[in-house]
Structures are given as structure tokens and as C-alpha cells.
């Protein structure tokens, strides 16, 4: 009787050990964004782009990426962003010239470790666009969204990262603002 039971506790061990252990608090999850337009238009052909923007030269570092994506954002604040919001909008014209320049070759490519591979290009299907994410992964990304007539809206975030995080996204006819969405 001693020995049937090691051997059911020891299958019971290996069943509980078997495949991928994710033992934070959601391991693996999502990023959703969702698109907004302004009350009579709609938007059409909504798409984006994911740039990776952690170096392969290692001299990726909060400064850097205030200096080439945010110029304009307190560097204390900007230093603390990936703990206080899960996505932060950056400068247009600084992220269209970091776009224009951009060598994926100087960039660590996605990371896949923990799960499924996302598309770096897409459409957003339902107003939305959504990444897999797994929970530890903090690494930041530059998110553009475009859709025809609209401006283009730049985002700096860790998408494939976090806990069920989700960030509403305005799109703006071009020259047009609307309080409480700067």
C-alpha cells in the first residue's frame, strides 16, 4: 500500500510540473488597444506598425528614449511611465524621424520567450488590435497607428507585456483637439 501510494504522489508531481509554469499573477494575457474617432466621422483602413526600440548595441535606456521619442516630457516623469500607465503618447514629428531612420538590424527583434509570436504590422479588426502578452516582459515598443484622414498616433509601451492592460486610443481629424484627450 506504502509503495502504491509514492507512486501516486510522484505521478501527481510530475502531472503538476508538466508543460509551462506561469506562477505570477496572470502569466500570460493581453494588450487591447481600441480606437476612438470623433462623433460624425468614421475611420477607415485603421492599421498599425510595432518598431522594437531596445538596441542591440545596449545603449537603449529611459534617457535615450526620452531624448529620441519624448524630448518634450519631464525626465523624471518620463522615467516612471512604464509604472504609472501602460502606454504613453509620444511626440509625432520625433517618432516620424525615428521611423524614417529606422534599421531593424540595430534592434533587438520581438521577444517570443514566454508565448505566442504577434504581427508587427496589422489592421485593427473591430476598432481594436490586440497583443499577447506574458506578464515579466517589460521591453518597449513603438506602437503607430494610422488611418486614412486621420493623424497618426505614436505610442511608447511595453505591448507585449502586462496583465490585462488595455488603452483607449483617440484618432483626430488633422488640426482638430478635444479636451481631456491631449
Known sequence: MKNILMLAAAALCGLTFAGAAFGQACGRSEFTFTVYVQNGTAARNVRYRVFP???VDGKTDTS???QTLAPDHDP?????WRYHR???RVDAN???????KYDPKLYKPQDTTYGEKNALTGIFKNATATFFTSE??????LLEITADGFESVYILAA?????????????KKPGTSVPGWE
Open 76 to 80: 523624471e516623469d518620463f522615467a516612471a
Open 159 to 171: 505591448i507585449m507585456g502586462g496583465c490585462r492592460q488595455h488603452d483607449d486610443v483617440l484618432l
Open 86 to 88: 501602460p502606454a504613453l
Open 94 to 100: 520625433a517618432a516620424r524621424a525615428f521611423i524614417g
Open 53 to 55: 526600440v531596445v538596441r
Open 64 to 66: 535615450w528614449l526620452r
Open 136 to 141: 515579466t516582459n517589460t521591453t518597449p515598443y
